[in-house]
């Protein structure tokens, strides 16, 4: 359902969830407001509809309690910018603030709740300990919009819960998500490339496993591919390494290998002394990291290697950096895969698809606008498990409501 299903709005109160967040740095100011940006047309939609709109929303993982450093008031403030209209801010979830700041919205008016996550309700493990706090949530509205496509992988009571509560429906950014990340499952144009890269193989074993049998070509990159290289029987010095996952990476390459896809791992590596911007580094070959050395960006061979095998690409799929991005250092395998996509999608209108914090905000500090990619998801996580092809409980909950 869309919000169009829910009837004139005019007046009545629409909780929205959306995914708000976004990376603060010591100092509490936003570094990469993508995710504010892309839930504005939702509310401003439901403002400009005569609704009187409460935003809900989480930052970061705080223990079911209050926590300064995770309170959304920054976040309260860069919406109004990019609203162009006032946000009042409540400073509980579904206190007495809350209770006063929804009865004193008119219609159009916008209202942000603090953090979800400070009332242990949000992502209790059960559903009756999430129920209470569904039940206060839901009592503050008369209809809700999921439209945090970020979370729609989280069985929490914002989330989930929430939406057989109240009349419900899917908000323009979760639709739109959904519909690009559709084209990348259902029959992709080909060749159809999947970039991987960030820290652990282990955040993407499911996302492998469905890819082996539907990209033609899989490359790799990040702190992940050192434990590719050492199943292929390299020494990786003090490169992150994923012991327990040696034996699984090793069934990849050779499920790849019959299966037909084509698996690109970087053949040069920027190693380093130590995880720092300042530390001694140089370019060595891939599989012969030294032993006193870690390994931090792809190499420029590699870089070129991979742009390469974009190059032809009709489909993009990109998850994670490929090395340490934000120390400059380490940020041109990174930018060399970003800018290998704006290539393909203005040369041959690819469809290319960034997904997951680190790389979207990654495109974004190498000065990429959003519209030199044919999308930029705001989810990670999501984006991940969508791909999977695992039921995503935020989305399931909305068709069955
Ligand atoms: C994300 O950052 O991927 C979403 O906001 C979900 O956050 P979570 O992983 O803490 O649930």
């Known amino acids: 359902k869309t919000i169009a299903d829910l009837g004139d709005l005019s007046g009545r109160r629409v909780l929205v969830r959306s995914d708000l967040n976004v990376p603060l740095d010591d100092s509490g100011a936003i570094t990469d407001d993508g995710r504010v940006r892309a839930s504005v047309p939702t509310i401003k939609g439901l403002a400009k509809a005569g609704a009187r709109v409460i935003v809900c929303a989480h930052l970061g993982r705080p223990k079911g309690a209050p926590e300064e450093k995770y309170s959304l008031r920054p976040v309260a403030t860069r919406l109004e910018e990019l609203l162009e209209q006032p946000v009042a801010f409540a400073t509980d979830t579904v206190g007495e603030s809350a209770r006063s700041a929804v009865d004193a919205l008119e219609d159009g008016q916008v209202l942000l709740l603090e953090n979800l996550r400070f009332n242990p309700g949000e992502t209790a ?3 009756p300990e999430r129920q209470e706090f569904a039940e206060q949530l839901a009592a503050l509205a008369d209809a809700y919009v999921s439209d945090g496509f970020g979370v729609v992988h989280r069985e929490q009571a914002s989330v989930f819960d929430i939406a057989a509560l109240l009349p419900s429906a899917a908000g323009g950014l979760v639709q739109s998500e959904v519909e690009v990340l559709r084209r990348l499952t259902e029959d992709p144009r080909r060749p159809y490339a999947v970039v ?11 996302v492998i496993d469905n890819l082996l049998g539907k990209a033609d070509r899989l490359l790799i990159g990040g702190g992940m591919v050192f434990t590719f290289l050492a199943a292929q029987g390299h020494e990786v010095g003090n490169s992150l390494l994923e012991e327990d996952q040696l034996e699984v990476v090793r ?9 037909g896809v084509e698996i690109v791992l970087p053949t040069d590596i920027v190693a380093a002394t130590e995880f720092s911007a300042d530390a001694e580094h140089e370019v060595v070959a891939a599989d012969e990291i030294p032993a006193d050395r870690m390994g931090l960006d792809i190499g420029p061979d590699s870089a070129r290697l991979f742009a390469d095998k974009l190059a032809d690409a009709r489909t993009v799929f990109w998850n994670g950096p490929m090395g340490a991005f934000e120390m400059e250092p380490y940020a041109a395998g990174t930018e060399a895969v970003a800018r290998a996509l704006v290539d393909i999608t203005a040369s041959h209108d690819a469809l ?6 680190d790389s979207a905000a990654a495109v974004r500090q190498f000065g990429h606008s959003d519209d030199e990619f044919g999308h930029i998801s705001t989810g990670g996580g999501a984006s991940l498990e969508f791909l999977e092809g695992k039921t995503l409980p935020g989305l399931e909950v909305l068709e069955n409501s």
């Open 125 to 127: 493990k059960t559903a």
């Open 196 to 206: 991987l890269g960030g820290a652990k193989v282990s955040d993407k074993l499911g």
């Open 251 to 259: 069934g990849y390459l050779k499920t790849a290998e019959d299966t």
């Open 352 to 357: 290319t698809v960034v997904g997951g914090g």
